[in-house]
């Protein structure tokens, strides 16, 4: 298996424009994790998805941060303006159903840089 | 909400010797998971263990291995024969019945050739 597939693994854009990470789980997989990652605040979780159903929002920052899985092989994160404080790595993770739900596979990050 | 605490920022180790990272948290739920992830320069997040509340005894995957006290809400990993492969940042992290994750600030991990 591929594992799990982010893009872009980097982005740059300026301060304004919208901006779509994309997610591909791995195969099987029916949860779904956003995370952001920075050096102030770590590693937070953003929204978790279960069987493509949103379970838990509460971590995504304000209105301009949105998530969607319209299947259960495809997940995107946008954010709509961007801001230079969104800069930060963001992972996508995914896990398994049933007694191994715990254990999350992490993709490789999207590196986003916002000017 | 439940928090996790890794006190140690940095921790450095000689090649084949044996480091504790430590990890405590807080929660009332008794049922949740607990693991410990590597991160690599190249941010990849990867599992090396993982312990379920419920069982009492510690986890163990080949060189690494925890220490779980449920009543004190601590819980350490212990990586033996130290490896420069091994240098990294790890991170714990909790995981409820629920299904939401948290996770701690991290340990930096530094291997002495």
């Known amino acids: 298996d591929a594992g799990v597939i982010q893009s872009p693994r980097h982005e740059v854009t300026e301060m304004g424009q919208e901006v779509t990470l994309r997610c591909k789980p791995i195969?099987?997989?029916?949860?779904l994790f956003w995370y952001r990652q920075t050096m102030m605040r770590g590693l937070e979780l953003l929204i978790y998805?279960?069987?493509?159903?949103?379970?838990?929002d509460s971590g995504m920052p304000e209105d301009r941060f949105s998530a969607k899985m319209p299947n259960a092989s495809f997940s995107t994160l946008k954010i709509q303006p961007s801001e230079p404080r969104d800069s930060a790595v963001y992972f996508c993770?995914?896990?398994?159903?049933?007694?191994?739900?715990?254990?999350?596979?992490f993709g490789p990050g999207t590196r986003l840089t916002v000017l | 909400a439940q928090t996790v605490t890794q006190s140690q920022p940095e921790m450095s180790v000689q090649e084949a010797e044996t480091v504790t990272l430590s990890c405590t948290y807080d929660?009332?739920?008794?049922?949740?998971?607990l693991f410990w992830y590597k991160q690599p320069p190249s941010r990849q997040m990867i599992l090396v263990i993982r312990?379920?509340?419920?069982?009492?005894q510690n986890a163990t995957e080949n060189r690494f291995s925890v220490n779980f006290q449920k009543a004190a809400k601590s819980f350490s990993l212990k990586i033996s024969d130290s490896q420069l492969g091994d240098a990294a940042m790890y991170f714990c992290?909790?995981?409820?019945?629920?299904?939401?994750?948290?996770f701690g600030a991290g340990t930096r991990l530094t291997v002495k050739p």
């Open positions: 992290a909790y995981r409820s019945a629920r299904g939401d994750m948290r």
């Open positions: 998805f279960n069987n493509n159903v949103p379970i838990d």
């Open positions: 312990q379920e509340a419920y069982k009492q």
């Open positions: 993770a995914s896990s398994l159903p049933g007694p191994m739900q715990d254990t999350q596979y």
């Open positions: 195969s099987g997989h029916n949860s």
């Open positions: 929660t009332s739920e008794s049922d949740y998971y």
